[in-house]
Every structure is written in structure tokens, then in C-alpha cells.
């Protein structure tokens, strides 16, 4: 018989709100920055592929070179933790081969048995500009960097999903060019400060009904 469940997630929606202001003295423990990386970690990628690496600055001195770059916004140095996501800025025949190599050896499969459908992932990628692959990479972030929202959410934690930066600037600040990476999103995360008037807003959403039709 279908059970009624109470659904934390949606709670937890309700709960969080993208934090302005942090309380600088709150540090958020190793133990849930490791939770929150696994819920990146977990995160679905179109064909599991994960075109993206996560930086977890720590270098105080790095996050204030950072914050001009990013509009001046405080939370980039007064957030407990900061990560930037990256996408790869090109998807290579070698990423494709990397996925299937790990692939075969997390599921115990032999790597020949998987070499067709590596061949048409690489054909498809062929079909794209550098443009096109650039924004399809990007896009995976926000699928992890939505998971890291929500986990957040979850353990109480506050946080900042941040697009107000500068990319090219942090390319040079972080070289992420000679990586072959491009900073996507950003996710401040801490404790917000009693002083936040934000969290206290209402929250602006359009309705069920016009946000979602049903055909
Ligand atoms: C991709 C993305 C980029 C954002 N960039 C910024 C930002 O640079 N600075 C900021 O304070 N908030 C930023 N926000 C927060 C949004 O303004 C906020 O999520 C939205 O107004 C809804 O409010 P809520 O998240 O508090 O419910 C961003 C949100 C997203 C999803």
C-alpha cells in the first residue's frame, strides 16, 4: 500500500537561501565539507562522463585576490568555505577513454566490451564546435552544484550559488587555462550572520502553474 512520506527535501528548499552576509567567526567542520563533496561526488553527468573538477580554496590569501574578480561580493572571503566549480574547456578523445577504463574496472567489465559505446560518445563529441562543447561541460557543473546545495540544506549549513564573477580573471588568478579548465559557478558555504536581512525575505518564486505546464 502506498505510504505517505514526509518529504525533508522540500523543508529543506524551504529552509535555505542564497546567504549575502556570513558569520565570519562560524566554521563549518571537515566532517560535512566531506559530505557535501560526495553529494558533488554523486551527482549525475550526461553519460556519467564528470567533465569537471571542484576547487576547494583554501589559501585566505587566494580568496581575497579572488573577491574584486567577483564584484567585490563579501561572501568570497567571508564564507567558511569557497568552492568554484570548473568545466573542462574541451572534451578529448583521452577523457572519453578515461571514464570507460574506470568504468570497466568499478563494474568488472572488460574494457573491449565497452570500447563501442566510447566510439559513439567520441563521434558525438565530434559533432561539436569548442563552443558548444564548453557549454555542455558548463551546464554538468550546475547539476553538481545543485546536489551541493541541497546538501547543504540538509546538514544546515548555509550557502551562495555565485555566478558574479569575472571567468577570465579567475583563469588567471587560479590558472586554470594551462589545466584546460573554465570556472563555471561558485558555491560560498558557512554559517549566515544574524545580521543577513535576506533571510528573512520571502521567498520570490513564480507558481506551480506557470512554471510548470502539463500537456
Ligand atoms: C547560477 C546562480 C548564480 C547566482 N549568482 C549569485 C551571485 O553572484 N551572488 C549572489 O549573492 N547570489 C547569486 N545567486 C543567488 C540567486 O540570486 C538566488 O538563488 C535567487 O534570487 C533565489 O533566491 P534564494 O536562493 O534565496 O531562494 C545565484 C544563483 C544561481 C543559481
Known amino acids: 500500500m502506498y505510504k505517505r512520506r514526509r518529504m525533508e527535501l522540500l523543508e529543506n528548499l524551504k ?28 551527482s549525475a553527468s550526461s553519460y556519467g562522463l564528470q567533465l569537471y573538477k ?10 581575497e585576490e ?16 569557497l568552492l568554484v566549480f570548473c568545466n573542462y574547456a574541451d572534451v578529448k578523445d583521452e577523457h572519453i577513454d578515461e571514464y ?7 563494474q568488472g567489465l572488460d574494457a573491449s566490451a565497452l570500447q563501442g559505446y566510447g566510439d559513439f560518445i567520441k563521434g558525438k563529441m565530434k559533432e561539436r564546435s569548442l563552443e558548444e562543447k564548453q557549454a555542455w561541460t558548463a551546464k554538468q557543473t550546475y547539476i553538481a552544484l545543485s546536489s551541493a546545495l541541497a546538501a547543504c540544506a540538509e546538514l544546515k549549513i548555509d550557502s551562495t550559488p555565485m555566478e558574479g564573477f569575472e571567468a577570465d580573471a579567475y583563469s588567471k588568478i587560479l590558472g586554470l ?12 558555504i558557512g554559517h549566515r550572520s544574524d545580521e543577513d536581512a535576506t ?10 502553474d506557470n512554471l510548470i505546464e502539463t500537456i
Open 15 to 42: 529552509w535555505r537561501y542564497a546567504t549575502k552576509k556570513y558569520d565570519v567567526a562560524k566554521k563549518v567542520s571537515e566532517e560535512d565539507i566531506d559530505k557535501i563533496k560526495e553529494a558533488v561526488q554523486l
Open 54 to 63: 571542484v576547487l576547494d580554496i583554501r589559501n585566505a590569501a587566494l580568496r
Open 66 to 81: 579572488l573577491k574584486p574578480a567577483s564584484w567585490g561580493q563579501p561572501q568570497i572571503t567571508d564564507a567558511s568555505h
Open 100 to 106: 570507460v577504463a574506470l568504468k570497466a574496472e568499478t
Open 177 to 188: 587555462e594551462e589545466r584546460g579548465l573554465q570556472a563555471a559557478a561558485l558555491l560560498a
Open 199 to 208: 533571510q528573512h525575505g520571502k521567498k520570490v518564486r513564480k507558481s506551480l
